[in-house]
């Protein structure tokens, strides 16, 4: 196996137990959802910490898991919008090369800026204003960074493999 497919093989690895560690965070985050409404409704009182707890956790399970389910093709693309035209292999590697080029354009552009919003959460001591136990917000700010990279990667696999696709077309011709 060539060295880029060992390097994109890996990072799929990873992608993979990312999203299936993650997957199990839905239960507690119906833990704390329940807790929530039981106390709220024995109580009379919301607990301070339940809603930013329940947003951090949708959070995680929203926004890590993405590039692996691009690499699974579990998402809405161009080629989907395509799909009744009838393209050739070569069209579709093409199409697949530009959908991953923008992605990766896009996604590594995007790096920086969540970079630095997460730099000026940390310098200013950010908290969340949503509830009164304001928790800092870099732990919610360092998602967005690593979610960014990790499709950008991602889409770099995609237009490496697209490209080979193609140039396996070229040399069938």
């Known amino acids: 196996m060539p060295l880029f497919e060992k390097m994109a093989a890996g990072f799929e690895s990873l ?3 990312v999203e299936s560690l993650l997957q199990y965070s839905v239960y507690a985050l119906v833990v704390i959802v329940t807790l929530e409404v ?3 409704s024995v109580f009379g ?5 339940a809603r930013d707890s329940m947003l951090w956790f949708y959070s995680t399970m929203l926004l890590l898991p993405v590039a692996y389910y691009y690499s699974r093709g ?7 919008l395509v799909q009744s035209f009838n393209l050739s292999a070569t069209q579709k590697a093409t199409l697949s090369l530009i959908n991953n080029a923008v992605l990766l354009v896009v996604a590594a552009l995007l790096v920086n800026p969540a970079l630095s919003r997460l730099m000026v ?3 200013i001591g950010e908290t969340s204003i949503l ?6 917000l870099w732990p919610f700010f360092i998602l967005i960074p690593i979610t960014f990279t990790l499709v950008s ?4 696999i995609g237009v490496v493999r697209s490209a080979q696709a193609l140039l396996k077309e070229d040399e069938q011709r």
Do not use: E, M, Y
């Open 74 to 80: 579990a998402h809405i693309s161009a080629s989907d």
């Open 15 to 17: 992608n993979a137990k």
């Open 121 to 123: 959460s940390l310098r």
């Open 131 to 136: 509830t009164l136990w304001r928790p800092p």
């Open 38 to 40: 039981f106390v709220r």
């Open 153 to 156: 990667l991602q889409a770099l």
């Open 45 to 49: 009182a919301p607990l301070i910490w």
